[in-house]
Nanobody
Framework: QVQLVESGGGLVQAGGSLRLSCAASVRTFSMYTMGWFRQAPGKEREFVVTINWSGDRTYYAGSVKGRFTISRDNAKNMMYLQMNSLKPEDTAVYYC???????????????????WGQGTQVTVSS
């Protein structure tokens, strides 16, 4: 069982930046593939990006590629999402997710993750 806590959300103008953090309370953080998802009102939870256990392999949704950067620090049990050039359509609740997996497959469906944080609101004004 992994407890995940997101932070760093807020209100920002279009073109601005935010950095989200996800703190994981587990002794074996490096055994987990991690991901960020987001959910806007009235929409399904949407894949944003995933990172493998060691942090050297990432996979982004096309809508955020080139603007968002995921990273992790296994020594600190932390994952981050640097979001630049934000757009109003990036407005959503952002969730971090974990799956106990140390392979090379990219998991992009929210049903493939079994541990979730409570979410942090990101609002981008135009």
């Amino acid at each position: 069982q992994v407890q995940l806590v997101e932070s760093g959300g807020g209100l920002v103008q279009a073109g601005g930046s935010l950095r989200l953090s996800c703190a994981a309370s587990v002794r074996t953080f490096s055994m987990y593939t991690m991901g960020w998802f987001r959910q806007a009102p009235g929409k399904e939870r949407e894949f944003v990006v995933t990172i493998n256990w060691s942090g050297d392999r990432t996979y982004y949704a096309g809508s955020v590629k080139g603007r968002f950067t995921i990273s992790r620090d296994n020594a600190k049990n932390m994952m981050y999402l640097q979001m630049n050039s934000l757009k109003p359509e990036d407005t959503a609740v952002y969730y971090c997710a974990a799956r106990y997996y140390r392979g090379s497959y990219y998991y992009t469906k929210y049903t493939e993750y079994d541990q979730w944080g409570q979410g942090t609101q990101v609002t981008v004004s135009s």
